[in-house]
């Protein structure tokens, strides 16, 4: 039976955890075949969103309070709801409230979106074969068994397998550009038995099942098989990868195509392959945490020294419960345990607010609203492109200001992946097609044979078999019509709408070189290429054989046959895959021209051919058709006839192709490195051309002494000695100079790149048989590369690109590392480094998906780092330090009144200026800093590049700072405390004799502390637009009309009113006035003091910057006028010493 | 699960192309705002000792004279204070102070002899001083029922939960409830001018304006109007400590009776230290130039109900008068003085800075 005839994949049989069995077109099978079980499978419904209308608000809780402060903040509130707590339930609980609401509102609004997106993909129409009839489906109603019918251009449902197309081999063409980020097309077979069933008619007559595989998440692996009954004799046919169609993949030159439906819904392997990104946090994110556990030491430690002093106090039972102050009853009966757990509690529950609820929110909402400004910016758009800069997520936005390491790939990023056929030399004689050589000066162009002063008819014998070669030896398409993805090239721009369609940029560039000097490829016809020749001839050759492309090989070979009968071999691939092989030519010309090229950066490719007699071309057959039909390695046997086929070549000549840098390219490396960051490029390509590209892109100097660490180098002496070697030359140079290459900017000493290839690499990250030796070669390396101001990291694959940022991530000094790349080979470090960064580039939009922020050229960068990275960075530091200061300052006034209350918990403050002082007093003025605040011009930030290094390694968020706002607070808080307190003891301040009580004590000391806290602010804001003046302004004047309203009124809702009044009583006391300034005044005193002095003693960079730029802004006029003004000042001040 | 994890964004330019795919991209250039591009107009200051040394010479110039205002200011005042606790064995009210518990039904009395060397021009404050006694703790400040005393007659029936234990008596609700109210201040202080000829004349003290106005006329309010407090006040007890209950406070003026006796409210603003004082008593300016205190000896007579000592407490009867600011207090005053001092030094020293260091800088960023 078919396992008998089909021994290769029952083999594999035993391995299948399980399978699925597919009724094509839900037509059982004929009976006596073995009996499979139906299975149920899901429907072709894509589920994104997380949550349904009945399910959001117990789910979305759920979430959000497994959020560690949102939390702590329900566990304050239940205890403030359970036990008699000095502040009510409402203070904590309505921001919290806030906090939940604002949250599970955006959410909500997200997962909105992602139903509608849901909807319109699942509602969008199918065709689908049903009774010979082709009929419109909703996509989500599709099922597993389902005939498909798929046009050219339409995206593929589910997974398919194809069964037929509109091409009679039964073949299609597919990109799978939003799958792995490939735009090339790839070629699918149908399966063979069914091919020819291609109307809809013919398609429902296929009586067959498939058997195959669960879905699992692998794009390439696919193994199944497909019974068809043919008069009820069941044939098996083996099913692979290239009979599946992928949903998400998009249907190329081809009409159309019926396939049948494996996989549906969210058992797609595209959906399969949507795994969450890990969550990537920032450094100020982990600072932040940091801090928070500082201050949660500090909650716990007052709670509990409050406690411990307060029933030291309360030891005397006169002081505990003294006449006029009795508990009830039941509090005496409870247990002295009990009641120090509860007063611990109450303490805790007084203090709490030192640990900001609404900072978490504050910080969301500023990297939310904040990530607009970099969608908005207008410098990031590219308007070829027609795209801005696109924020994927928010949460990275101040880690931009961080970066120390820049990680880029080369094709598409630094470059345009954009081919441009430069020239070509055929025997050492170089031709550069006219048309690019339009109004450029070629730079030794002295020492160049142009096309039209060719040589000798030998030579132009060459000549031209180069140009058919090279309009023969490939695997270019031609497109007729204009809708094409992917990459457009008019034939005759304006004549005809015909495009070259290929997987290689370099291909298409080639060709249509050719076409430029006279030679035309035209169009594959029945086996047949035709190409137009200079004198308007069409030439037609049979297409015998096409050897294709890999990576291993580096080279292709195409057989054909001239009208004349001759067989030729058209050779084409990189040099060092080429010269081995070539047995004639003029090998020496031609290689000193590709390495010329090579230094300047272009692509070269070699080409070769050999003309093969009827006998050998028989042999070659032989050889080629064994190889294919060998079950058992296929590929190794199909390389060694290749191997066999492509030798005795004659050399021709080669081809340049240049792949220009992008735009600004130069400058914005440039600029990085000023800033301090290192920059690595990352590539596949070879060596030569890499180096080159890192010289014209200025990573590599003139004066860069190049350290290689390469297969070649590693070759003569051991990878141990290389390396021992390498580090001591390194170390030699920058043993005492450490310190001097890292501020120095000119970096007069010599600077050091190093090259390192992917063998090399593997060979150095090799985990190591000897233990300690290899850690030993990995420290090495590292140790090299931090010396090295660049470094070039040639022949990577996907994976070692990100291995390589993880090393740096997991070195010592833990840098911050960003990734920019945009194919889908960057992906994996993208994912990697701390921040992503995607180009939209040409190949597909993979790794601008995977980025966490995109922009559409590599020059965006430099803005996005030096200037949106620096703000963010100033702004949320200046976020955190200053949620933290102010609370130090809210809270610690109340910690001292408890030595003043008897350690009773008496809050100090009313209910209302507890709750509302972090969610409205303070709040916005902060929020809108740290959205608007802007230290210095941000084209001075463009323009200077080494203020980056200000704020480099978290500067500001580190301890000392930290400390310094601590204290700060402290300082403010014992200033208002005392202030008040002295003004209170046991006198009067009101002009009638009235006494005030405590209440207008804690309204004093909050009053200064919103006006101290909001000047504060004002203190350190650079950039007074108006929106700033009317937020601080608004606040206080809000905070003000608040008062007097809380205090004006008899609330009825109340049960309390002993705010009744309070703020206009104090206000109308003189005192009160002078002590809220003099209070205010005394607490700014030392910050002003420290900015002023460090700005003059220590200035940093910015600093110096800022001053200068102030000081050429305001001119020589102001500058007199306060000089006059000091003498004025020092001339009062004298006369007032002398008397 | 995979469900969730995965992101319909991913999904765009490919089913929903038309939405956001190449279609929009002409659309998508940005707005060129001012505030899209953080462009805005903006007033950029910098605090660098050049800019900052005006505003330490002006904060200087002008604390300076303020602080010397108020402490001039302050130290006109007068102010005399007598302890009368009566913890020492050879204080007049000694006896008292030994005999006096707070559920004591006998009035004690006592006599304090005291001299004033100047006399008191202008209004006097009579205050009385309360010192470690806490009415700023926690279960004594909650300890009232608000509504109560706004005269709401469902929680004069009913007082809040918050007045534990010091809300009913026996079955009846107590008004004015809780531990405040309870506790009010119970002593009388009468003063009588000793003159030349040894007579006494009692000073004549004016029991009005010693509130906030507002407190008295509409925090607190008697329930159902000032007519007829005892029958308002019918069904409700009086607090445990007090001799009389609230509707006799002041029988003689109907203004001053129930919860708006003035003393009463006094009380009820709970002061923030444990050391504090209360208005008890204004004595008016005499017409004409005689000092309102003239000097010379005076007797306090006071009816001593309030026991302090077994909490370590001290009673004070303060006289003073009262400036624009207040009462006696040098703190401001130095305190002004002080920090602007400190400014004007400070503004000195930046002056130095400025001119050593702030000069180096800017001419090395702008040459010349």
């Known amino acids: ?440 000066v070629m730079p030794d162009a002295a020492g160049m044979d142009m096309i039209d002063s060719s040589p000798g008819p030998e030579a132009r014998e060459h000549e031209e078999l180069f140009f058919r070669a090279l309009c023969l030896c490939h695997t270019v398409q031609v497109k007729e019509e204009e809708t094409v993805d992917g990459i457009k090239h008019g034939i005759h721009q304006g004549k005809s709408t015909s495009f070259y369609i290929s997987s290689s940029p370099d291909e298409v560039a080639l060709v249509e070189g050719m076409k ?404 409205s007093f303070t709040s916005l003025p902060i929020l809108l800093y740290s959205l608007m605040e802007q230290h210095i011009n941000m084209d001075i930030l463009k323009k200077d590049p080494c203020l980056y290094r200000d704020i480099a390694k978290n500067s500001l968020l580190r301890w000392p700072s930290f400390i310094y706002w601590t204290v700060l607070g402290v300082y403010d808080a014992i200033v208002m405390f005392f202030g008040a307190y002295f003004l209170f003891d046991n006198t009067t301040f009101t002009s009638n004799g009235q006494m005030f009580g405590n209440w207008t004590f804690g309204t004093l000391v909050f009053t200064v502390l919103v006006f101290t806290v909001t000047f504060k602010l004002a203190l350190d804001t650079h950039y007074w637009t108006w929106i700033n003046h009317f937020v601080i302004w608004g606040s206080l004047i809000f905070f003000v009309v608040f008062s007097l309203l809380w205090g004006g009124i008899i609330w009825p809702f109340l049960n309390y009113q002993r705010m009744y009044y309070v703020f206009m009583q104090m206000l109308s006391s003189g005192p009160a006035w002078f002590s809220i300034i003099l209070l205010i005044t005394a607490s700014l005193l030392p910050d002003v003091l420290k900015k002023v002095i460090w700005r003059a003693l220590w200035p940093t960079t910015t600093e110096r910057i800022q001053v200068g730029t102030n000081a050429g802004r305001n001119g020589e006029l102001l500058y007199k006028i306060k000089k006059i003004f000091f003498l004025i000042v020092l001339w009062v001040f004298w006369n007032n010493c002398c008397n | 699960m995979m469900a969730s994890s995965y992101n319909a964004k991913e999904e765009d330019g490919h089913h929903s192309g038309a939405s956001s795919g190449a279609g929009a991209a002409k659309n998508r250039k940005p707005d060129n705002t001012a505030f899209k591009q953080q462009r805005l107009p903006a007033w950029q200051p910098i605090l660098t000792a050049g800019s900052v040394l005006p505003a330490f010479f002006v904060i200087g110039l002008i604390f300076i004279p303020i602080g010397i205002g108020l402490y001039v200011t302050s130290n006109n005042i007068r102010e005399f204070e007598i302890d009368y606790t009566g913890e020492s064995s050879n204080s007049p009210c000694y006896s008292c102070a030994k005999n006096v518990t707070w559920n004591s039904t006998e009035p004690c009395f006592c006599t304090v002899n005291f001299t004033l060397e100047r006399p008191f021009e202008s209004n006097v404050f009579m205050y009385y001083g309360l010192s470690n006694f806490y009415q700023n703790h926690r279960r004594y400040v909650k300890s009232r029922d608000d509504r109560q005393l706004n005269g709401d007659p469902s929680s004069l029936r009913n007082p809040s939960k918050e007045c534990e234990p010091y809300r009913t008596s026996g079955d009846l609700p107590i008004a004015p409830c809780g531990a405040i109210a309870n506790s009010l201040f119970n002593d009388s202080l009468v003063l009588y001018y000793i003159d030349s000829n040894n007579s006494q004349s009692e000073v004549p003290l004016v029991k009005k304006g010693i509130a906030w106005w507002t407190d008295k006329h509409v925090k607190f309010k008697n329930p159902g109007g000032n007519s007829n407090l005892t029958a308002a006040f019918q069904g409700t007890a009086k607090p445990v400590n007090w001799r009389k209950a609230v509707y006799e406070l002041d029988p003689s003026d109907p203004e001053n009776n129930g919860f708006i006796n003035e003393d009463f409210i006094v009380w009820m603003r709970t002061a923030a230290l444990p050391t504090f004082r209360k208005l008890y008593r204004i004595i008016q300016k005499k017409p004409g130039a005689t000092p309102t205190l003239p000097s010379g000896n005076y007797v306090l007579h006071i009816t001593y109900n309030y026991p302090v000592l077994s909490f370590d407490g001290r009673k004070r009867m303060i006289l003073s008068t009262i400036s624009w600011m207040g009462g006696k207090n040098p703190f401001l005053g130095i305190a002004y003085i002080t920090v602007g001092s400190i400014c004007f030094f400070l503004g000195v020293v930046l002056l130095i800075i400025h001119h050593k260091y702030d000069n180096r800088n800017t001419s090395a960023d702008i040459p010349s």
């Open chain 1, 1 to 440: 039976m078919p396992c008998s005839k089909l021994k290769g994949i029952c083999v594999g049989e035993e391995n299948w955890v399980d399978s699925r069995t597919i009724y094509i077109g839900h037509k059982e099978p004929p009976p006596g075949t073995e009996a499979f079980i139906q299975q149920r499978f899901p429907d072709n419904r894509i589920v994104s969103s997380k949550y349904t209308f009945w399910n959001f608000i117990p789910k979305n809780m759920f979430e959000q309070f497994r959020r560690v402060a949102n939390f702590y903040f329900l566990i304050i509130f239940l205890v403030q709801l359970i036990i008699d707590t000095p502040t009510s339930p409402v203070t904590s609980g309505l921001p919290l409230f806030f906090v939940i609401t604002v949250t599970a509102i955006k959410q909500g609004y997200e997962d909105w979106l992602r139903h509608k997106a849901d909807n319109a993909v699942n509602q969008c129409p199918v065709h689908v074969v049903q009774h010979g009839k082709v009929t419109r489906k909703q996509s989500r109603k599709l099922r597993v068994g389902d005939v498909v019918l798929v046009k050219e251009d339409e995206t593929f449902p589910c997974d398919l397998v194809l069964l037929a197309s509109s091409r009679d081999d039964g073949t299609c063409f597919v990109t799978t550009a939003s799958l792995d980020g490939e735009s090339s097309h790839k070629t699918y077979y149908a399966v063979q038995d069914t091919k020819a069933y291609n109307t809809e008619k013919e398609v429902d007559t296929i009586h067959a099942t498939i058997e195959c595989e669960q879905p699992q998440p692998d794009l390439y692996k696919f193994v199944g098989r497909i019974n068809i009954y043919m008069n009820n004799e069941p044939v098996a046919r083996p099913l692979g990868s290239e009979n599946l169609l992928l949903r998400g993949a998009t249907l190329k030159n081809t009409e159309y195509i019926y396939a049948v439906a494996i996989y549906t819904g969210m058992e797609t392997k595209m959906a399969l392959n949507y795994q969450s990104k890990s969550q990537k946090r920032s450094a100020v994110e982990k600072s932040m945490n940091a801090y928070l556990v500082v201050y949660l030491c500090i909650l716990i430690s007052k709670a509990v020294i409050n406690t411990a002093l307060k029933y030291v106090w309360q030891s005397d039972p006169n002081r505990d419960e003294p006449f006029y102050n009795q508990r009830t009853e039941a509090e005496r009966q409870r247990h002295i345990l009990i009641r120090a757990f509860t007063d611990f509690l109450a303490f805790m529950v007084l203090f709490n607010y030192i640990i900001p609820v609404s900072m978490y929110v504050t910080v969301e909402m500023q990297k939310f609203l904040g990530s607009y400004f970099i969608m908005w910016d207008d410098e990031m758009f590219d308007e070829e492109l027609g795209e801005r800069a696109v924020v994927n997520t928010s949460d990275l936005n101040e880690e931009l200001g961080q970066v120390e390491y820049v990680f880029t790939d080369k094709t598409g990023t630094l470059t345009e992946n954009n081919m441009e056929f430069i020239e070509c030399c055929v025997d050492g004689h170089v031709y550069v097609p006219h048309a690019i050589c339009n109004g450029q």
């Open chain 1, 516 to 919: 430029r000097l006279g030679f035309t490829y035209l169009r594959l016809n029945d086996g047949q290429m035709e190409i137009l020749n200079r004198e308007n001839e069409v030439e037609k050759f049979d297409l015998l054989d096409v050897l294709t492309f890999d990576s291993v090989r580096r080279r292709m070979s195409v057989i054909v046959r001239a009208s004349t009968g001759e067989v030729y071999l058209f050779c084409k691939g990189a040099d060092s895959s080429i010269f081995p092989r070539v047995i004639s030519g003029k090998v020496d010309q031609v290689r000193a021209r590709v390495e010329q090229n090579a230094v300047e950066g272009l692509r070269t490719l070699c080409v070769a051919y050999r003309r093969l007699s009827p006998d050998q071309y028989q042999e070659v057959c032989q050889l080629l058709s064994r190889a294919r039909l060998a079950l058992q390695d296929r590929d190794k046997r199909l390389a060694e006839a290749y191997d066999l086929i492509e030798k005795d070549l004659i050399l021709l000549g080669a081809t340049a192709v240049e792949d220009r840098l992008q735009e600004k390219a130069a400058d914005t490396i440039e600029s990085l490195h000023k800033a301090g960051i290192k920059v690595w490029v990352l590539t596949g390509d070879k060596m030569e051309t890499a180096a080159a590209t890192c010289y014209a892109s200025k990573l590599f100097h003139r004066n860069t002494q190049i350290l290689e660490l390469t297969t070649k180098r590693t070759e003569e002496q051991s990878l141990h000695d290389v390396l021992f070697d390498l580090s001591r030359t390194v170390l030699r140079q920058h043993g005492g100079m450490t310190r001097d290459t890292f501020s120095g900017l000119s970096g007069d000493c010599t600077d050091y790149g190093l090259i390192i290839d992917g063998a090399t690499l593997t060979a150095v990250m090799r985990p190591g048989q000897e233990g300690s030796n290899s850690g030993n070669y990995k420290e090495k390396f590292l140790e090299i590369c931090r010396n090295c101001s660049a470094v070039l990291c040639c022949r990577m694959a996907p994976l070692q690109k990100a291995q390589i940022v993880k090393l740096i991530k997991a070195s010592e000094e833990h840098p911050i590392t960003l990734a920019i790349g945009d194919g889908a080979n960057d992906v994996s470090m993208i994912l990697e480094a701390h921040v992503g960064i995607g180009v939209m580039g040409k190949e597909g939009r993979q790794a601008v998906r995977n980025s966490d922020y995109a922009i559409p050229k590599f020059k965006h960068l430099k803005k996005m780092l030096l200037v949106h990275g620096h703000y963010y960075y100033i702004r949320i530091s200046e976020l955190v330090q200053y949620f933290f200061y102010k609370n130090v300052c809210f809270i610690f006034p109340q910690f001292l009144y408890q030595f003043f209350c008897g350690f009773s918990q008496q809050p100090l403050y009313d209910t209302a200026y507890l709750t509302l002082y972090n969610i």
